[in-house]
């Protein structure tokens, strides 16, 4: 029995007059429906597009249907004479009888598909189920048989609703091509059955015009593609030439390749001959599950809203019969949700109002997965759990040229998962996280790592992780209100907090009750089917059970039935909640919302209960002593031949064979040629690194510095390379600079040094025991110089009280200007040549040019912080106070503030910046 759609309730209203619609799109523009709304809110959406400029016509009717306008109607049987027995395949009647201003409606029966081809100009046409029917389109035999099968419709306002499309059976697939090239199409009520084992996609479609729309709405493709398939079909494959709005609402897809493609990366510039446009895909209200490659697919200017991602490992009331719920393309699993990749300007995607749960460890590389060239985009109002040490739940990617900035506001993540980290950014500059919850439980996970990127923002979020909240590797920006509360919470697998959901094939949802009324809306079919002999059977539910064919929205329903069904009938139901028994006297066919199921999985003395959807499998994934390696690393020669010894703490294999390994070395040795490169399947850290030369060496394709890994450094690092040690710093007595120092702790130049008897505390004055000198060498020269414990005129009393800490002026070309001063210099700036005297000695003023600044502000509880830089670095007192515990050392510094201002001048690169705890950081 093929699912009951929309249109079949007994109640709609499949044909609208002029100037009707069918009201608005409900919850699409905020609460996202659960799965068993789908159906039922089909109509209801179709009439908030539909009620537009989308689907109107321009000729004087006499039937409209969905706002089409039909000059003649004909049955496909009675006028046409295609065969409803599945026994004639129907392509050339049907070609023959297309015309414009021409519905066909299809009665109840099998119809074969052989080839047809309606690529003429067709204007107003369309092919749909009678009203009450439920036609079911077949393909006619192989594609080795015919070549291809499927249906072309070219032209212009273009419709197909309510069929039934039906592959089972070896090599069956067909292509059904809808190609706007002016006006509307729309595609709805469509179901496909059966495991699609072709590399024919089930849908092509285009709208050409740019001021016109199409919608594809409660499409129902959940069979899937067959696994290790070595091409990709896409139940929604929009074509290049597409350039107006495409709405896709209320469909749901699980376990295929790229459940919808929209190639806006393949688009401009490639050449191909023909024109390509710049439509967009606008996704809303729909489920996925167990999809690999992507979910969705697009580019910029689309729109994602208002939907549910899923990877896990149940297939609980599916048809899958392979033993991983998510096939491979090739063997390879890449189970990213979104995938954002396109050039086609500085849009971008939004994404918005939705939920992704991954609970499975299925790799991929990224959830929410940004390439270069894809504008910038907006994530808002969006939750995600990820449980997979094997996927990043956010990566964005690629060169910051071909991007705009993106934002993230309002996005939860929480779970055991990631690659070490919530977020990874690379090479996007103006990314900003704002009202962001992350907490992450695994050991050693940061929270957003940055590398390469610039003004970068993470504002009012809390972060908690096991590591650092916020790392910068040659990073610039800044960091406010960061806190670290550990209250992130979503609702693992409702897609609001009312609902709860039960098996992967319904949701309840405590909405669905109309308190004032006291009514229930049970939204979900169940179908006992007798296989010969009449059985008696019992049903037994938890929100309620009713008999199909009249009207579901019904006042205390009962939880039980019983009856007995004759061997050659059915009977079918209403119902909700969970199925906690089915009790039956002999075999028959059981089908919950259009699919078969096995009634003994809810067999009377099982108590009903499934296996947990959030449940998690090892992050290694072994099975029968095998590990699963799901990272790379790669050692490429950069000229000469290098000897290399890399070790990991959980195996590591070579690459470009089988990662699924048993009692995997944890250790590796070769050498690997100037021209040449060593590839490895790995897991766990990376403990040591050993290179007998110069090589470059990649970490899950990212360029990484292997000296992070010195055998003599006992810092850990995470899979990405990053290092965790906190032992950076040197002790309270390090010097630093050359710097000598005092007892007391307190650095000096080495030109000079100061005790404690410097400063008379009994009048509060300071004594200033240094020289510094700026003469002129021809040219008049504009100078700034900066100490950490003060400088005054020198010819003077060199003992003041609250000294200032910065001296400028202009020294004449054939002059010059000294001072008294104490403790460091922190900066020099010169406007042009001049000689720079300490204490009577020339020394280099560039060895005091320190042109950058990074303050780092603490707020109510103590923070610590880290950076690094490729230059030098001091501490200046104009920019934060002096304390002893914060420790600088050849050119990295950690440190902490409470609610106080912690500030450092330095020269070159910032390369590496952690903060953990609350505290700003801001950069000058």
Not at 909 to 916: D, N, V
Request: charged share 25%; hydrophobic share 30%.
């Amino acid at each position: 029995m093929a699912r009951k759609l929309a249109s079949e309730n007994g109640d709609s209203d499949r044909y609208v007059q002029d100037g009707e619609s069918n009201g608005d799109q409900g919850d699409a523009g905020g609460t996202l429906l659960n799965r068993r709304g789908y159906l039922q809110m089909a109509a209801t959406a179709v009439g908030a597009v539909a009620g537009g400029s989308m689907l109107s016509g321009n000729v004087e009717a006499a039937t409209s249907r969905d706002s089409f306008q039909f000059d003649k109607v004909l049955h496909a049987v009675d006028d046409i004479g295609l065969d409803p027995t599945g026994s004639e395949p129907m392509g050339s009647k049907l070609e023959a009888a297309a015309d414009d201003n021409t519905l066909i409606e299809f009665p109840d029966g099998e119809f074969l598909m052989d080839w047809t081809d309606l690529r003429q100009d067709l204007n107003h046409f369309g092919l749909a189920a009678a009203s009450g029917a439920s036609p079911v389109l077949k393909p006619a035999g192989t594609i080795d048989e015919y070549g291809k099968l499927g249906l072309w419709i070219a032209g212009s306002n273009l419709l197909m609703e309510g069929f039934t499309i039906d592959v089972n059976g070896p090599d069956r697939g067909m292509a059904t091509a809808l190609r706007a090239q002016d006006g509307t199409l729309l595609i709805r009520d469509i179901h496909i059955v059966g495991l699609w084992n072709t590399a024919e996609n089930p849908f092509h479609v285009k709208v050409v015009n740019p001021d016109q729309e199409g919608l594809i709405t409660n499409v129902i493709a959940n069979d899937g593609q067959e696994t290790d398939h070595s091409v990709s079909a896409n139940p929604v494959k929009v074509e290049v030439e597409h350039a107006g709005d495409l709405h896709i609402t209320d469909c749901e897809f699980s376990h295929w390749g790229k459940a919808i493609y929209d190639p806006s990366s393949q688009r401009s510039p490639l050449e191909r001959g023909y024109d390509v446009g710049d439509g967009n895909i606008h996704v809303d209200n729909c489920y996925f599950h167990n999809n690999n490659k992507a979910s969705v697919r697009t580019g910029s200017g689309s729109t994602i809203r208002n939907s549910k991602f899923v990877v896990d490992d149940s297939t609980d009331g599916e048809t899958v019969t392979w033993e991983d719920p998510v096939p491979t393309n090739d063997g390879i699993v890449n189970a990213r949700h979104i995938r954002c990749k396109g050039d086609l300007g500085d849009t971008g995607v939004t994404i918005e109002n939705c939920t992704f749960l991954h609970t499975s460890s299925a790799p991929g590389s990224g959830i929410i997965r940004s390439s270069s060239r894809a504008g910038g985009h907006t994530v808002r109002n969006c939750s995600i759990r990820c449980d997979s040490v094997n996927i990043d739940p956010i990566r964005f990617g690629g060169d910051s040229t071909n991007t705009g900035p993106s934002t993230f506001e309002d996005v939860t993540i929480v779970g055991t998962g990631g690659r070490g980290r919530a977020a990874y950014v690379y090479r996007r500059d103006e990314m900003e996280f704002r009202n962001c919850c992350f907490s992450l439980s695994d050991d050693g996970q940061d929270g957003i790592v940055f590398i390469e990127s610039n003004d970068v923002a993470v504002v009012d979020s809390d972060i908690d992780v096991p590591n650092d909240a916020v790392v910068f590797h040659d990073t610039t920006g800044t960091t406010k209100n960061v806190t670290h509360d550990g209250s992130c919470t979503i609702e693992d697998s409702t897609t609001d907090s009312d609902e709860s959901t039960t098996d992967d094939e319904s949701t309840t949802d405590d909405g669905s009750t109309t308190d004032t009324e006291s009514e229930t809306t049970l939204s979900q079919t169940v179908t006992v089917r007798g296989t010969g002999t009449d059985v008696d059977y019992t049903i037994e539910t938890t929100d309620g059970v009713v008999a199909g064919g009249g009207d579901n929205t019904v006042s205390n329903p009962e939880t039980t039935v019983s009856d007995t069904v004759a061997g050659d009938g059915e009977h079918w139901f209403w119902w909700d909640g969970d199925i906690v028994n089915v009790s039956l006297s002999d075999d028959a066919e059981l089908y919950v919302n259009g699919e078969a199921v096995d009634p003994g999985k809810w067999d009377a003395d099982d108590d009903g209960s499934s296996t947990d959807d959030e449940s998690t499998t090892d992050d290694e994934s072994t099975t029968d002593g095998e590990t699963t390696l799901s990272q790379t690393m790669t050692v490429r020669g950069t000229g000469t031949d290098v000897d290399y010894t890399i070790e990991t703490t959980d195996g590591i294999v070579a690459g470009g064979g089988d990662n699924t390994v048993t009692d995997p070395k944890t250790t590796v040795n070769g050498t690997v040629a100037g021209d040449g490169e060593h590839w490895f399947w790995w897991d766990g850290d990376i403990v040591n690194v050993s290179l007998s030369d110069d090589a470059e060496f990649y970490v899950n394709g990212e360029a990484v510095d292997p000296g992070k890994w010195d055998a003599d450094d006992d810092e850990s690092t995470t899979d990405d390379g990053n290092s965790t040690d906190d032992g950076n710093s040197t002790d309270d007595e390090s010097t630093t600079d050359d710097e000598s120092t005092t007892d007391d702790g307190n650095s000096t130049d080495d030109e000079s040094t100061t005790d404690d008897g410097s400063t008379t505390d009994s009048e509060g004055e300071t004594t200033l025991s240094q020289t510094v000198t700026v003469r002129g060498t021809g040219t008049d020269v504009d100078y700034t110089i900066e100490t950490t414990d003060g400088i005054v005129a020198g010819g003077g009393d060199n003992t003041v009280s609250n000294p200032d800490l910065k001296a400028s002026g202009t020294v004449a070309g054939d002059g010059e200007h000294w001072f008294w001063w104490d403790g460091d210099i922190v900066n020099v700036s010169l406007s042009d040549d001049a000689e720079l005297y300490a204490n009577g000695e020339a020394v280099d003023p560039g060895a005091y040019a320190f042109p950058h600044a990074i303050v780092v502000e603490g707020r109510n509880a103590e923070s610590a912080y880290e950076f690094d830089v490729t230059g030098s670095v001091k501490k200046s007192q104009l920019l934060g106070s002096i304390e002893e515990g914060d420790v600088v050392a050849d050119g990295s510094v950690s440190g902490s503030v409470d609610a106080d201002l912690d500030g450092y001048r330095f020269s070159g690169e910032l390369t590496r910046l952690k903060i953990k705890g609350d505290a700003s950081v801001s950069f000058k």
